[in-house]
């Protein structure tokens, strides 16, 4: 490996002593953190021109620094530029560069900022950006879902609680289940940016500085809402990283719950969805198999989400103040976190819009399970007799209809007489699944109304591109 004196590194001038290459391996972070070099470019950018405004550089001195560092850029996306673990992370390269191309003038930059000031703002540039895509990506599944309510329109799925049949449900309101939670998801995005969205840069390495630096400045170029107060408690936290995080594995967790559920709507024992088989993937052994793989894939690595959050909780626990260089240690987490979920919602956009429910296999299941017992308890209610009366009445009913083998809707009048004598043959206007649906009327129910009037919000809210209140 080439060696450099001392003095290449950007810290070296205390040193006798040359880093040992095995340091420098163990040490080096751009091997990951160069996915910010247009971040660090940005923020350098905005820097330089700070600093030209309170004259720590001329005018001609700015403009060569942002012209070159522009040039930068351009090299390392396309390729072009080459990265060694002895300059350590991309802040080091980039400088390293400007340097190369403008010495002295490429020496001025780092004025009134540090590494661990630079990171932080360019991880901050990162996540907002970030969180940009992935809300961009929430909002599209929402609309998928929504896509779907017209055409399933009238279809009535079985839903569970213990994955055990109890009230029937409209499609439509599974589907704008899911649309509420990912709503949630996107507020928590929004909230955490809010907090991320906030300049770091000048802070410098934990005391701020003595040069006449303008962070107002930098913040209103970089388009950031406020500016860091501490400059302490800035160079030490890495809590919107966390929060990022932590919104990232509520939404894994959320497309965890659906991939469960059209994993065993797809199966042959439900039989309810058929999934857009360029989703599904086959067996080598078994010609017959058509798989779940993507919908398992998308449940299962909502394990890595979960686990880079852990591992962001565990990395600053118990950090003293400030800068500590184990915050290193947090892009990858960040970076897979983001990456993962960013790919589950990929695929999980077509898949949403691309499958079928099978609306005759479904209608046909539709007897089974007694769906509509809790409705049959509620007539019973509206005719005077106490909740735990008519559960009871309606349990027995229940028994005997199993034992018969038939749905509630079979028993004759008499059965239901002998039971309780408020029974008129009124009763069966809520028996079988439809009849159930309709007898809802509650905010937030099944009612078909009801579900007709969110799903018209739902379309109006993401077409003005508005999240709900
Ligand atoms: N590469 C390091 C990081 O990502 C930057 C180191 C900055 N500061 C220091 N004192 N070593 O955190």
Known sequence: MRQYPVARKAWGGVFDARTDER??????????????????????IAHAQMLARADLLTVDECQQIVQALGQIGREIEQG????????????????????????????????????????????????????????????ALQAAFVGRCDGDQGCILPGYTHTQRAQPVLAAHYWLAYCEKLDRD??????CRRRANVLTLGTAALAGTSLPIDRHDVAKRLGFEGVAANSLDASS???????????????????????EEWILWSTSEFGFLRLPQAFCTGSSIMPQKINPDVLELVRGKTARVVGNLTRLLVLVKGLPLAYNRDLQEDKEP??????????CLEVAIPMVA?????????????????????????????????????????????????????PLAGLPLEVFQEAHAAFDQSVYDVLGAERAVAAFTSYGSTAPAEVERQVAAWKERLSSGTKST
């Open 80 to 139: 072009q530029f080459e990265f060694r673990v002895e300059l350590e992370d991309v802040h080091m390269h980039v400088e390293r560069a400007l340097i190369d191309r403008l010495g002295d003038t490429g020496r001025k930059l780092h004025t009134g900022r540090s590494r661990n000031d630079q990171v932080s703002t360019d991880l901050r540039l990162w996540v907002r950006e970030s969180i940009d895509a992935v809300d961009g990506l929430v909002a």
């Open 23 to 44: 340091v420098e391996r163990f040490t080096q972070s751009v091997s990951f953190d160069r996915r910010l070099y247009a971040q660090d470019i940005q923020g350098s």
């Open 237 to 259: 936290d890495r809590d919107f990283v966390l929060e990022f995080a932590f919104v990232l594995a509520v939404i894994a967790e959320h497309l965890s719950t659906w991939a």
């Open 186 to 191: 996107r507020h928590r995005l929004a909230d």
């Open 354 to 406: 691309g499958a079928t429910l099978n609306r005759e296999a479904i209608a046909a299941s539709l007897d089974r399970g007694y769906l509509d017992a809790t409705t049959l308890m509620e007539w019973l209610i509206r005719k005077g007799v106490p909740q735990r009366t008519a559960h009871e009445i309606v349990g027995g009913l229940v028994r005997t209809a199993i034992d018969g083998g038939v």
């Open 334 to 343: 960040i970076f897979d976190a983001f990456d993962t979920v960013a790919g």
